[in-house]
């Protein structure tokens, strides 16, 4: 059963903490994406890599860094966390073209 | 910017039921993507359309798409209390393969 791995289910990080969040996928996928999840604003998407230490920002990158050093790795770095970073992270992996996404379980990440 | 807006935002229904949910969006596409979620879990892909199809059918699922309004529906047929979970519609952006832009999801209730 093909599988996208975020690393932690649940975190909770004090304001100025630097958070990785980790995702693996063992499809094979090119494209990788973070989303993050908030009540009322729908999937937002952070970052997506379309190749091994490629990167470019999606809609709200400003707080996060992104690193694709293997192709089924994926990280998602908050250089220091804030309150408004509190939220659900969501990894997905794709092929290219019709680019159906492929989820993993998510993320819930409070920052105090 | 969100693209894909569902409507209505909550749909509260009896088993045996059928619930339609509908999508609009605001550029051209290559294709719309349909997604379910459990509380608390990733996405699940349901769906594709492609901009030149104007129906689909996957089991109990049937989307439709009308391009000329730019809109999408999918109805679930014989809707069962599992189908409980928000439903997301995903557009593919224009110019890009790599990025789908979700929309803010409706939640299915469905009631035994």
């Known amino acids: 059963d093909v599988k996208v791995t975020q690393s932690s289910r649940y975190l909770v990080k004090r304001t100025g903490e630097k958070v990785f969040l980790e995702c693996v996928q063992d499809?094979?996928?090119?494209?990788m994406f973070w989303y993050r999840q908030d009540p009322g604003l729908g999937l937002r998407l952070i970052y997506f890599s379309y190749d091994v230490k490629m990167k470019e920002k999606g809609d709200i990158p400003e707080g996060y860094s992104v690193s694709r050093e293997k192709k089924e790795r994926f990280s998602l770095i908050l250089e220091s966390a804030s309150t408004n970073q509190t939220s659900m992270y969501l990894c997905?992996?794709?092929?290219?073209?019709?680019?159906?996404?492929?989820f993993g379980a998510g993320s819930r990440l409070t920052v105090l | 910017s969100q693209q894909g807006e569902e409507d209505p935002q909550a749909l509260s229904i009896q088993e045996g039921e059928n619930a339609t949910m509908n999508c609009s969006y605001k550029?051209?596409?290559?294709?719309l993507q349909w997604y379910r979620q459990n509380s608390g879990r990733g996405l699940v892909h349901l769906i594709l359309i492609r901009s030149n199809e104007r129906e689909k059918h996957s089991g109990r699922l049937r989307v439709t798409l009308d391009t000329s309004k730019k809109s999408s529906s999918l109805l679930i047929t014989a809707s069962r209390a599992a189908d409980t979970a928000s439903y997301f519609c995903a557009k593919n952006s224009g110019g890009s393969n790599y990025k789908l832009t979700f929309g803010k999801g409706t939640l299915l209730t469905v009631n035994p």
């Open positions: 499809m094979d996928h090119e494209n």
């Open positions: 550029t051209s596409i290559n294709n």
């Open positions: 997905a992996s794709s092929l290219p073209g019709a680019n159906v996404l492929t």
